[in-house]
């Protein structure tokens, strides 16, 4: 069983800095494509970013984040990140942390592609 744990998120002032964890159990993390999602109130949940499984670590960022986000990984303790930079009332959401279902699958930034999510963890940047 996969179980994702977010951890991190908090109340910040705008051009403030977060950096979002993600626990993630099992032996195969590496294996994986992962990603950020999040979903503000009254909004449906978006793409943040995803990182390849391994090699280069290529990764891809929604126009919203690019510049300020930096999403990266560390296979040794199965652990996801998001350093966010430069804070906006607009990144105000619920953040998610996913996982694609098959190893050493490409990168996606569609929602119905990843099939293990975590909880949550929330995020309220004021103006």
């Known amino acids: 069983q996969v179980q994702l744990v977010e951890s991190g998120g908090g109340l910040v002032q705008a051009g403030d800095s977060l950096r979002l964890s993600c626990a993630a159990s099992?032996?195969?993390?590496?294996?994986?494509?992962m990603a950020w999602f999040r979903q503000a109130p009254g909004k449906e949940r978006e793409f943040v970013a995803t990182?390849?499984?391994?090699?280069?670590?290529?990764?891809y960022y929604a126009d919203s984040v690019k510049g300020r986000f930096t999403i990266s990984r560390d296979n040794a303790k199965n652990t996801l990140y998001l350093q966010m930079n430069s804070l906006k009332p607009e990144d105000t959401a619920v953040y998610y942390c996913?996982?694609?279902?098959?190893?050493?699958?490409?990168?996606?930034?569609?929602?119905?592609?990843?099939?293990?999510w975590g909880q949550g963890t929330q995020v309220t940047v004021s103006s």
């Open positions: 996913a996982r694609r279902p098959t190893a050493y699958s490409s990168t996606s930034s569609r929602e119905n592609d990843y099939d293990y």
């Open positions: 099992g032996r195969t993390f590496s294996s994986y494509v």
């Open positions: 990182i390849n499984w391994s090699g280069g670590f290529t990764t």
